[in-house]
């Protein structure tokens, strides 16, 4: 990056209203501030100038480039359902009839995983996404809060 | 099993009749998840429920024939899951005011909803709700009526349209009013919204700013209904402290 790359970023900062640039390269760093928050842009050196425009299309919001995502784990791959309400969860349609689900079940779109009854209402949630169940996070019978994670599903 | 159209309300659905069934709701959903093409508005009734449920898995008990007992199919995608105490007013709603005429004042809902007539109960709602992810697919909305049973040995506080007002009901004629009454408040929520409905079941309310006994996990408690929140929970005061209320935190006791 040249002086004269580093002077219109300067120019850039100062007009659109960026709170701070960063731009990190092999072999250099540069962070560009106002005082106020922080936006990072990482890049390598072609990148750098061709992603410096793009803030300019909003130039109040705050934008940021994140870096690549660092390697994965095993549970990254993992799908959580969520609550859609606040409610109670139940695992079966009553006392005496079968879990809908256990862990190691394979699942597909479409089918009946728990009931979570709200002032008398019952909702039979079915899954969105098809895998196996690796992890039932709640307990039968227990209050749920509206987007509480419910089971651990893996997609693959 | 005969299968109609009722033209008139929830325009073209299927309107269908069983001699004996465990449940209309079960009917419903079973059929549903075999990917039955219902359409909203379809109405599924029992001449016989011999399975029918009311709260936390209560045997609900009708004389064949006798009752009022189907399951209406609604798919309410237009609202959010979190807004499902709506539904509950709208059904509560339209049997109330499907009934007015008949039973008049002592009419009233039972929070969250139950249909009493004075202290006795007359009839009962289940809900059961149908989603993917928060998308609210269906609703399956299960009503029992006692219309001309006379005898409930063994339940002291029913009563029936026929024990009170000494005549026999066709009950597909009281079918025909209650699904009118359904589409109407239904059609007023997505038109008009929630307010004038919630109005209209806060009036109806049974025990509202009446000091009552409740039975709090155990504990008996003298207090007054005097709202119930958006969300369905039932806000009673006690001396000048109120509290909120889930469904079977709170029981009245008779």
Not at chain 1, 89 to 111: E, Q, T, W
Not at chain 1, 117 to 123: D, G, P, S
Not at chain 2, 188 to 213: C, P, T
Not at chain 2, 238 to 249: D, L, P, Q, T, V
């Amino acid at each position: 990056m040249d002086i004269k790359q580093i002077q219109d970023l300067i120019k850039f900062v100062a007009k659109s209203g960026v709170n701070e640039v960063s731009i990190e390269e092999q072999d250099f760093k540069i962070t560009i501030k106002t005082n106020k928050e922080p936006t990072y842009v990482n890049a390598t050196l072609p990148a750098a100038v061709q992603a410096i425009p793009a803030p300019v299309a909003a130039p109040v919001a705050a934008v940021e480039v994140a870096p690549a995502a660092p390697a994965t784990d095993d549970t990254s791959k993992l799908i959580t359902i969520k609550s859609p309400m606040i409610g109670t969860f139940y695992r079966s349609s009553s006392p005496d009839k079968p879990l809908f689900v256990n862990v190691g079940d394979s699942i597909s779109a479409g089918d009946v995983i728990c009931i979570i009854e709200a002032m008398k209402l019952f909702n039979e949630i079915e899954s969105e996404v098809s895998g196996k169940i690796v992890k039932v996070l709640v307990e039968n019978a227990q209050p749920v809060e509206y987007d509480q994670p419910l089971f651990l599903v893996d997609p693959s | 099993m005969q299968s109609n159209t009722f033209s008139s309300f929830l325009n073209g659905q299927k309107f269908i009749t069983l001699k004996s069934i465990s449940s209309t709701n079960d009917y419903l959903k079973e059929e549903l998840s075999k990917s039955a093409p219902f359409s909203e508005g379809t109405v599924i009734m029992a001449e016989e429920q011999f399975g029918g449920r009311g709260q936390s898995g209560n045997k609900w008990l009708s004389e064949s024939g006798k009752n009022l007992t189907f399951s209406i199919l609604l798919k309410p995608s237009f609202l959010n899951p979190i807004q499902q105490f709506n539904i509950n007013i709208v059904i509560c709603v339209a049997i109330y005011e499907a009934l007015y005429p008949l039973l008049g004042e002592e009419l009233a809902i039972k929070w969250p909803n139950d249909i009493y007539v004075g202290d006795r109960k007359l009839g009962g709602i289940l809900i059961e709700n149908i989603l993917q992810g928060n998308e609210w697919r269906e609703s399956v909305v299960g009503i029992g009526i006692n219309v001309n049973q006379e005898d409930f040995s063994g339940l002291k506080n029913a009563c029936s349209i026929k024990e009170l007002l000494h005549r026999e009901y066709i009950l597909t004629d009281l079918l025909y009013d209650l699904c009118k009454s359904i589409e109407k408040c239904y059609f007023q929520l997505k038109n008009q919204g929630i307010a004038d409905l919630q109005l209209v079941y806060k009036k109806a309310l049974y025990g509202l700013n009446e000091v009552r006994k409740f039975n709090l996990e155990g504990v008996s408690v003298e207090g007054k209904i005097i709202d119930v929140a958006d969300d369905g929970q039932l806000i009673v005061d006690f001396n000048g402290h109120s509290a909120r209320f889930n469904f079977k935190e709170i029981e009245f006791v008779f």
